[in-house]
């Protein structure tokens, strides 16, 4: 990996609680508990992080003024913002941060974004940890060297640590299931979700063969708790102080859901609602099942031969139309009550190992529910009900939902906090503010805690404007904000000023005595100098 730091080894940061007025200067090549030197300055900073990889990470500032005496990094901690709200700010680390040979990506600038994260005042950090280079060739073997160094590195730094638990697999960047698993279905295809054209979605396991030994005799929940036993005891050492929660993946990219739109290049402009996975051999033996026991066996050949394709307008069907639709006929409620109790049967398993497993540590266990919010305005809801969530105008699909959570004393991460009903296509009818209230009344009225994150690195300004407003609204306070994720466009010169002056926003600065000089406006008119320039270089 190349670090460009403008033909030097030193790297400047800047420090938020001056009003990016000083900037601390470290050596990328020392460890990463060096002290740090404090300068007042005009910066001119650039950063790079090209696009879809981490390869690559530059920081340049320019000094103009006089240079202070050396404080170390506990000192530096001491004096950075505090949380005025109590909302606990989090950074996702990028997906493939530990490579497929389990060494860590780009190691070097890694730490120059985590010291910078430090020093920007942000309390935590998000780790993805994958199954396909965990336990990559063989079950039961495991291999965690690249995610320990990265949580020693997140130690040293006295940050938090949030663990992702990842059972799926990911495009982009590309990280495949383990090879052992692929394997099986290369023989056994129906291990994965299949939709009606007879296309399987291979980056996760189907939600009919959770409880079947499907992998060398065992089942995914049984291999499912060997990888976070492994786990736990690897990690033993952070649980008590720096990690402090953890997720588990539940479905497609870790969320509790059916991959009803992984045929993105059928999608045409939001106007698809998905299509439903349930024509696996696993998933058509349980509706078979389903009907028989219902007294209807003819309605467990398929699922419904009147709903649209991915790339058809849900209201050109007769199953989602808005009046007089197959979802409101007793059929339909037989098909959608099915689809729904095998995608919540399969998170009850999950999150019920995760709480039996981690019972003992002082860790929150956490689940990911996604915001499956076009289409919302419709009667039908059909985003949701091809994504599993049985909600309609007449029914609340997530009440289930937020009571298996509650259950099993977990809490629920909610993406799509910075995502505002004005600026959804009107052609998709959405409304991610609408699902996002009905979720967390849901969640209130079970007392389920909601953790937030952001659905994309969010390069308008109205993006970081939602967020705030639904960190700080008087009937959701959230503990915890997690937002997604260091790389290439979360250090654009379009993207890193906002973020910035976003943390800045959520925290209250305690200033030291020999701060106070510094005048308010002079503090500003420093901030919107601080502009980070594109290295093009």
């Not at 299949?194 to 189907?206: A, E, F, N, P, V």
């Not at 990690?243 to 739109?261: D, F």
Request: charged share 20%.
């Amino acid at each position: 990996m190349e670090v460009s730091v403008m033909g030097s080894s030193q790297v400047n940061l800047g420090r938020s609680d001056l009003g990016c007025r000083e900037i601390a200067s470290f050596n990328l090549n020392s460890k990463i508990s060096s002290s740090v030197k404090i300068s007042r300055v005009c910066i001119g900073q650039s950063i790079k992080w090209p696009l879809k990889s981490l390869n690559g990470f530059s920081l340049k500032a320019s000094a103009c003024s006089q240079v202070e005496p050396v404080i170390s990094e506990n000192d530096s901690t001491n004096r950075k913002s505090k949380p005025n709200d109590g909302v606990k700010l989090f950074v996702g680390l990028p997906l493939d941060a530990v490579s497929s040979t389990n060494t860590v990506n780009h190691a070097r600038a890694i730490a120059a974004g985590l010291k910078a994260l430090k020093l920007l005042g942000v309390d935590g950090i998000e780790l993805p940890v994958w199954w396909g280079v965990v336990e990559k060739e063989t079950r039961g073997k495991y291999d965690w060297t690249g995610y320990l160094a990265l949580a020693e590195m997140i130690q040293k730094l006295d940050l938090k640590l949030h663990v992702s638990l990842c059972f799926h697999a990911s495009e982009e960047p590309k990280i495949p299931l383990p090879e052992w698993v692929s394997r099986i279905g290369e023989s056994d295809p129906s291990i994965f979700f299949k939709d009606r054209s007879g296309q399987h979605y291979k980056d996760c396991l189907s939600f009919a063969v959770t409880d079947v030994p499907v992998l060398d005799g065992k089942t995914p929940v049984q291999v499912y708790k060997e990888f976070c036993e492994s786990f736990k005891d690897a990690f033993s050492p952070f649980m008590d102080s720096t990690i402090t929660g953890i997720s588990l993946g539940l479905g497609p990219e870790g969320e509790l859901r059916y991959p009803s739109h992984h045929n993105p290049s059928k999608m045409n402009n939001h106007q698809g609602a998905g299509e439903f996975q349930c024509y696996d051999e696993y998933m058509l033996n349980s509706l078979k099942q389903y009907a028989e026991n219902s007294g209807n066996p003819l309605w467990g050949l398929g699922g419904p031969h009147n709903a649209p394709g991915y790339d058809q307008s849900p209201m050109t069907s007769n199953f989602f139309k808005e009046h007089g639709g197959s979802w409101e006929t007793t059929y339909g409620d037989f098909f959608l009550s099915w689809y729904s109790e095998q995608l919540i049967s399969h998170g009850n398993r999950l999150l019920s190992l995760a709480s039996e497993i981690f019972n003992d540590v002082p860790i929150s266990i956490c689940g990911k529910v996604p915001l499956v919010h076009s289409w919302y305005r419709t009667q039908s809801h059909p985003s949701e009900l091809t994504a599993g969530f049985y909600n309609t105008t007449n029914r609340d699909g997530y009440e289930a939902v937020v009571e298996m959570f509650a259950k099993h004393s977990c809490q629920i991460i909610l993406p799509g906090m910075d995502l505002s009903d004005q600026h959804q296509p009107n052609e998709s009818l959405s409304s991610p503010e609408l699902l996002l209230a009905q979720i967390a009344a849901s969640c209130r009225s079970h007392g389920v805690e909601i953790l937030g994150q952001n659905s994309m690195v969010a390069n308008a300004s109205n993006g970081f404007e939602q967020i705030k407003k639904n960190l700080s609204g008087e009937k959701e306070v959230m503990s915890l904000f997690t937002y997604q994720r260091m790389g290439a466009d979360f250090f654009s010169p379009e993207h890193f000023p906002s973020f910035t002056q976003f943390v800045r926003s959520l925290n209250q600065p305690e200033l030291d005595s020999d701060d106070q000089p510094l005048k308010q406006e002079e503090r500003v008119e420093s901030l919107t100098g601080n502009i980070l320039q594109k290295q093009t270089a």
